[in-house]
């Protein structure tokens, strides 16, 4: 009975151990959400502006660019661009975002289009890698905290693999966007080519449609243009899933600790149990030794 009390109170000190850290863990995601959350809010005015400029320019000119119209020829090579986390202990967002760039993908197979994958985050390097899956690009190391730079070099190479002449065709993004602290719900997004949809306008309601003038033209303009909004959508996308990796943390660390007091309690009281039996054998023994040696007497 020793051994087993032994036991059971080095299992709770463990248990007790690992409450402290996921309760840690907890902790600093909760205090990094709003971090994050105020960065993904900053980010979306010059998104929307940006959006707007070249809504406009694609719209009220006829340029015809490589970023704004398919090719006459069929799509046949599509990127696929996903976000997952560089670590666990985050809940089902990496697996989530995983099985929606796998749906996506298989989407692409069926309809005879060959994927291109572009990842980041280790866990999603790693799932493809241990399926041996081909990887065209990958990025890690700042999934919980993208800075512009890297929503750059993404772009970038992106951008740079569509405008090859045997490049892409198409490129999709698959990341999480935080709808609330509970709620982390993956996206799939076409990039580009760019598809410019005009709002639905009220019919008794009467707009005056500005008139435009490009300088120098608008070639050159949607040459400066559409870079940056490429860079802009790749940098809302990082934050988007950065906020809702941290959330889908603090809600996987809140079980964690919420279970680890749980069984604290429970081997607490299976410890006191055992304890008590203890006592109750040595109180046994005690007496049955008094009775034998009175019986001697």
């Known amino acids: 009975m020793a051994a087993s009390l032994r036991e059971l109170r080095q299992r709770r000190n463990s248990v007790m151990a690992t409450k402290k850290i996921t309760k840690a863990m907890e902790l600093i995601a909760s205090s990094r959400i709003i971090k994050a959350q105020r960065a993904a809010a900053r980010a979306l005015p010059f998104t929307h502006e940006l959006n707007r400029a070249v809504s406009a320019v694609a719209t009220y000119s006829r340029a015809d660019h490589p970023l704004t119209k398919h090719s006459t020829e069929e799509v046949k090579k599509v990127a696929v661009?996903?976000?997952?986390?560089?670590?666990?202990?985050?809940?089902?967002?990496?697996?989530?975002?995983i099985k929606a760039a796998d749906?996506?993908?298989?989407?692409?197979?069926?309809?005879?289009?060959?994927?291109?994958?572009?990842?980041?985050?280790?866990?999603?390097?790693?799932?493809?890698?241990?399926?041996?899956?081909?990887?065209?690009?990958?990025?890690?190391?700042?999934?919980?905290?993208?800075?512009?730079?890297?929503?750059?070099e993404i772009a970038d190479r992106l951008v740079a693999d569509f405008l090859a002449e045997d490049g892409v065709d198409e490129i999709w993004a698959v990341y999480t966007r935080m709808e609330s602290m509970i709620s982390q719900v993956p996206r799939v997004r076409r990039i580009l080519p760019l598809e410019v949809?005009?709002?639905?306008?009220?019919?008794?309601?009467?707009?005056?449609?500005?008139?435009?003038?490009?300088?120098?033209?608008p070639e050159t303009v949607l040459d400066a243009l559409l870079p940056l909004y490429v860079r802009s959508r790749i940098w809302f996308y990082l934050l988007q899933s950065a906020a809702s990796q941290l959330a889908s943390q603090q809600r996987a660390m809140k079980s964690?600790?919420?279970?680890?007091?749980?069984?604290v309690e429970k081997l607490?009281?299976?410890?006191?149990?055992?304890?008590?039996?203890?006592?109750?054998?040595?109180?046994?023994?005690?007496?049955?030794?008094?009775?034998?040696?009175?019986e001697q007497n």
């Open 81 to 97: 661009f996903f976000i997952t986390s560089d670590r666990g202990m985050n809940g089902a967002y990496s697996s989530n975002a």
């Open 103 to 152: 749906r996506m993908i298989r989407r692409l197979l069926d309809e005879g289009k060959e994927p291109y994958r572009y990842v980041v985050g280790r866990k999603g390097v790693s799932y493809l890698n241990f399926r041996q899956l081909p990887i065209e690009a990958h990025w890690e190391g700042f999934s919980d905290a993208p800075r512009y730079e890297n929503a750059v």
């Open 256 to 263: 964690a600790t919420d279970n680890a007091q749980q069984l």
């Open 268 to 294: 607490t009281l299976q410890a006191n149990q055992a304890r008590q039996a203890q006592i109750t054998q040595e109180i046994s023994e005690i007496v049955g030794g008094a009775g034998a040696l009175a």
């Open 197 to 217: 949809v005009e709002g639905v306008h009220d019919p008794d309601v009467h707009e005056l449609v500005p008139l435009y003038e490009f300088e120098p033209d």
